[in-house]
């Protein structure tokens, strides 16, 4: 189990921080391209579950932008500004509320209207690309977050997390409904990134993202 962060040197502290903050800043420039490349493949094709993939990345960027602009605060004065973290985290949580209520509406929309999607190869191989990114890097911040004790890191690692998860259920959805021609397929798969984005968003608002490891 990681040490609480009071156990760490500052040294220790210096450098995880710096960690965080680099990981923050990666994820705000891969998640950039990921949404542009998703919103549109997913509004060409027609696909809200992809399209709901891309909101997440921009999501998950302006996440990082937060992230990365208070740690950046903290390796400037030496601590932490508890209440703009505080403020931070709850932006977070607000953000998980938000895609949770577009993949719902959307999905519902969709599913009301008997609306079929297009297949899109371009959102299957950015799925696939995000199963091998994301999952490295959401240990990695969850690491980092873990052994500094910082919720602040973990809801963005919760971020991360997903978008792994949206990518699984997101790539079953589309891949499945070009194999069966199911278009219920990709509003379910949409309800199912709504329930996971209301739970971590749940957590980040009320701090318990702490106890995860």
């Known amino acids: 189990m990681s040490r609480p962060a009071d156990a760490l040197t500052p040294e220790q502290t210096d450098r995880l921080t710096r960690r965080g903050l680099g990981l923050a800043q990666f994820t705000i420039a891969y998640n950039v391209a990921e949404g542009v490349i998703a919103v549109t493949a997913g509004l060409v094709a027609g696909l809200v579950s992809v399209v709901g993939f891309g909101f997440d990345s921009a999501i998950e960027s302006m996440s990082a932008i937060l ?4 740690l950046s605060a903290r390796l400037r004065h030496g601590v932490a500004d508890e209440r703009k973290e505080r403020i931070a985290l709850r932006l977070i949580a607000v953000s998980f509320f ?3 209520g577009y993949v719902t509406i959307e999905g519902i929309r969709r599913l009301a209207i008997g609306e079929t999607p297009e297949s899109s190869t371009v959102a299957l191989i950015l799925l696939a690309a995000s199963l091998i990114v994301m999952p490295i890097l959401a240990l990695a911040k969850n690491r980092v977050g873990v052994a500094l004790h910082d919720n602040l890191i973990l809801a963005d690692a ?41 739970h971590e968003g749940r957590e980040a608002w009320h701090g318990e993202l702490v106890c995860e490891d």
Do not use: H, M
Request: hydrophobic share 65%.
């Open 67 to 70: 992230v990365a602009l208070r």
């Open 158 to 198: 919760a971020e991360t997390k997903i978008c792994v998860l949206l990518s699984i259920s997101t790539l079953l959805g589309v891949g499945l409904y070009q194999l069966t021609g199911a278009a219920w397929l990709d509003p379910v798969a949409g309800f199912i990134i709504a329930i996971f984005a209301i």
């Open 98 to 100: 938000i895609l949770a």
